[in-house]
């Protein structure tokens, strides 16, 4: 776990790690329906971005109930964009996932399909 702030970013690998060592992580997809159709991390919750504002207290649970929430989107555009937002909110721990579900695939889990 981090002591201090989070950094507004993390990478999938030390995410894959924290989540071994027992970190309790909520993960958040921001992609569309359609995307998530295409390709998905298991357990992870699909929110998408247009939706996040709405969800908002959803999502203040999940903070509250994990150490950390971790949004990702595809390449980590819209994912950054959304943990910005949310740490305007008031949300603190949350990340943005560099490189978005597709930097997982490549990193983590090619049995993830890729997607453009």
């Known amino acids: 776990m981090f002591e201090g702030p989070l950094p507004l970013e993390t990478t999938p690998a030390e995410i894959r790690s924290r989540m071994q060592s027992g970190e309790r992580i909520q ?4 992609r569309e329906p359609a995307e998530h159709q295409v390709a998905r991390i298991e357990n992870a919750q ?4 247009g939706d996040v504002p709405s969800r908002l207290q959803t999502i203040e649970q999940a903070a509250d109930d994990a150490a950390t929430v ?3 989107c ?4 819209r994912s950054l964009h959304v943990a910005n937002w949310l740490r305007g909110q008031g949300v603190e721990n949350v ?4 490189g ?7 990193e983590i889990d090619p049995d993830v399909p890729r997607y453009t």
Do not use: A, E, T
């Open 70 to 72: 971790v949004v990702f």
């Open 46 to 49: 699909l929110i998408p971005m």
């Open 27 to 30: 993960l958040i997809d921001v």
């Open 95 to 98: 990340q943005s996932m560099q």
């Open 100 to 106: 978005g579900i597709d930097r997982w695939s490549l």
């Open 74 to 77: 595809h390449h980590g555009v």
